[in-house]
């Protein structure tokens, strides 16, 4: 069973080197945090909003492959991006087509908390998955 911790003390526990592989972060929505840190917890499995990354431009040292380049696109989102790269496939076309997965479960209060929120779970798997399908396309473009 997964353990809640605050995100200073998982941190801690990273750089302790300690696993942090059943552990979930209650404090991850709220938490404004260093992009070091940011980037910590993300290399260990965690999402980090972006808007709760804090950096300052005099934190970020000097990248030549990165700060060199002249970006010639404004994309609205990592699906625009990856798009203009050849790496995923524009979704535009294919926008109106669904499709229905069966999920069993076997807790009975599982099963009616997910038929009271079936509504919001439908949102958050619809962009878990495509955000899981671009992550993959990227791995294996390379």
């Keep these: 069973m997964a353990k809640m911790m605050r995100t200073d003390e998982v941190i801690a526990l990273i750089k302790r080197g300690a696993s942090v592989k059943e552990i ?3 404090d991850l929505e709220e938490k404004r945090l260093n992009f070091r840190d940011a ?4 290399d260990h499995g965690f999402v980090v909003p972006s808007g709760n990354i804090n950096y300052s431009d005099s934190e970020i040292e000097y990248d030549a492959d990165f700060d060199e380049v002249e970006w010639q696109e404004n994309y ?3 699906n625009d991006y990856l798009v203009s790269e050849g790496v ?3 979704n535009k076309e294919d926008a109106n087509e669904s499709i229905t997965i069966e999920l069993s479960v ?3 209060d599982v099963h009616d908390w997910l038929q009271k929120n079936t509504s919001k779970l ?3 798997v ?4 495509i955000d899981l ?3 993959d396309q990227m791995l294996h473009s390379k």
């Design 24 to 26: 979930v972060v209650s």
């Design 39 to 42: 980037i910590l917890l993300a």
């Design 76 to 78: 609205q989102n990592l």
């Design 88 to 90: 995923a496939k524009s």
């Design 106 to 108: 076997k807790d009975k």
């Design 122 to 124: 439908q949102k958050l």
């Design 126 to 129: 619809h962009k878990l998955v």
């Design 133 to 135: 399908y671009h992550t």
